[in-house]
């Protein structure tokens, strides 16, 4: 039996590369329409895993995803980063002076935001995703419309490139977080996601960040989220290096959760290094 | 003469209503497409002062905003926070049953969220803003069209209200910044808000948060936004309580300077405590 995972999107969206290159094609790929779908799916035993993007090296963290992994009780197992390059494409025969609209995901808009300042007439619609946005280009079939995608999405929905590699930094990377039923309890991961929430009043973060430089671990990153309900309060989403099998690590783990008011450990995995530099934020100590 | 205020949107929009409630209604209203238009119109002169979206209390940062504060040189010189309360509207005669396609600000979607999974056959469009959805939905005049924004919106607009309140949270409020000129160098500012990066290498997030409790300043917020060009690399925008003619301020914040590599003040300027709760997130110490 093959093993299914599921992605936000539709063939040629970003996910589903990311997708392939952690999974390799010999699996069912599953498509839902939003983000959320991902977990009830998960819900549903019709997946195994669940692929979600959850940040990009230009724009920033992809915050409702942040949210749903706070809210459900799945674990991240893995991760993969992809680089992303952005083309502006339409229908067949459409020139660049064609276009008067154009689609694409709020952060890929972002991501291409200094392309498109030298083209203030065109409308911008921000879309559910890239790669929906290239379906729906080639659906409606007019000339001015345009949608910023993957060159793969202008080929499977066979539109043509007007402009290439439109998005401002070179280097822009998506982050995709690979989630799944059970923690990784092996000794392979090397990298550990917790969400907390100090106390309102008496709370102290830094009290809580303390025991990651009193035990010589490394912070990769902070998230701050809103608490639903209680305006201005925080919840932090941490990462950092450490196997859970670790002494140090479970005893610095069981002093941040003993001094958190919101404690979720969202999972131990092995961080993705390629060719991406990913160095600490903290010193250790 | 009359003060000149810019502000994202168009009549109707929670931006406007926030620049009446600071500003009051005696001033000019220039209403712009884009954020980054604000910081044009500062540039050339035509407004003192301009108004942007910093925060919502359900879906958290305004992203962009945060990164156009860092990128150009004005300073935060106030904030306000207001209650946000969206509808569901669409033309006269529309009923609930007829709404096909549904436009708002992403964060207005998000903001809805709950209501909006039980009209799963909706399509959602995120829009550039929760009024300029109401008077696009005004213009189309069709019946299967609807727009989430605030009941004024729907006055303005002439549209006839679906639904109230359907936000998912009833605290849901969006804090503005007021951003001007000239740093307000008074007595009366009593929060501070910097952005800094620490080095990549050998750098301490750690370090830099010790001097807020080493000098007991109460730190009452932290945003991480990547640095462009460099992967998974991230400014901190920090608030904290404090007037810069403090001497202990004053002392705390050169520290925090000279622990980072990268530093820029945003503003000093007075904190909005209305109704709504707002603490610190560290132990005074």
Redesign the interface.
């Known amino acids: 039996m093959r093993i299914k995972v599921g992605f936000q999107g539709v063939p040629g969206s970003y996910s589903e590369e990311a997708l392939i290159n952690y999974f390799g094609r010999e699996v069912d790929m599953i498509a839902v329409r939003e983000f959320?779908d991902v977990f009830s799916e998960l819900d549903k035993n019709t997946i195994e895993y669940g692929v979600l993007p959850i940040?990009?090296?230009?724009?920033?963290?992809i915050?409702?995803v942040y949210d749903l992994l706070n809210r459900h009780d799945y674990y991240i197992v893995g991760e993969i980063?992809i680089k992303v390059s952005h083309c502006l494409m339409g229908v067949k025969g459409a020139k660049i002076d064609d276009i008067e609209e154009v689609y694409s995901h709020?952060q890929g808009l972002?991501q291409c935001r200094e392309y498109l300042?030298s083209h203030r007439d065109w409308k911008?619609?921000?879309?559910?995703n890239t790669a929906v946005s290239a379906e729906y280009v080639n659906e409606k079939g007019s000339k001015s419309l345009g949608a910023i995608a993957s060159k793969r999405a202008a080929e499977l929905y066979n539109l043509e490139i007007l402009a290439e590699n439109i998005n401002?930094?070179?280097?822009n990377?998506t982050?995709f977080a690979i989630i799944g039923k059970e923690m990784d309890k092996s000794e392979s991961p090397d990298k550990i996601s917790i969400v907390i929430s100090?106390e309102?009043?008496?709370?102290?973060?830094?009290?809580v960040?303390?025991y990651?430089?009193e035990n010589n671990i490394n912070?990769?990153?902070?998230?701050?989220?809103?608490v639903?309900?209680?305006?201005?309060?925080?919840y932090f989403y941490i990462d950092y290096e450490g196997n859970l099998n670790d002494i140090t690590v479970i005893n610095a783990t069981k002093e941040i959760e003993r001094n958190s008011c919101y404690f979720k450990l969202l999972g131990n995995y092995k961080k993705h290094v390629d060719d991406?530099?990913?160095?600490?934020?903290?010193?250790k100590a």
Chains 1, 2 share one sequence.
């Open positions: 959320e940040e990009n090296s230009s724009t920033g963290a915050a409702n980063c709020p972002e300042s911008l619609i921000p879309y559910r401002m930094n070179d280097t990377y982050r100090t309102h009043k008496a709370g102290c973060l830094y009290n960040l303390k990651f430089a912070l990769l990153k902070i998230e701050s989220r809103p639903a309900h209680t305006p201005w309060e925080y991406i530099e990913d160095e600490g934020l903290l010193c």
